[in-house]
């Protein structure tokens, strides 16, 4: 069964980039939010983190802050 993954990044954000680079070269589908541009999104990624800082990935309601290829490939079991 697929998860629901939702990053929550900027267009500027280099480890932003890298992370939604990293998730399509693994063939994971995800919903990208612009937190820099819609600010309901940026309240619900701060509600879900606890911080301001992106990228926040959001695996099935398992959050994830940062670039962390190490925990993203455990919860998705890459």
Excluded: H, W
Excluded at 39 to 62: C, F, H, I, T, Y
């Amino acid at each position: 069964m697929a998860k629901s993954v939702k990053v929550y990044s900027t267009l500027t954000c280099p480890y932003c980039i890298r992370l939604k680079q990293f998730l399509k070269d693994n063939n994971v589908g995800f919903k990208d939010y612009d937190v820099s541009t819609d600010q309901e999104k940026a309240r619900e990624m701060v509600d879900k983190s606890n911080q301001m800082g992106v990228p926040v990935l959001d695996l099935d309601g398992e959050i994830i802050i940062g670039f962390d290829k190490g925990a993203i490939n455990a919860t998705l079991g890459l």
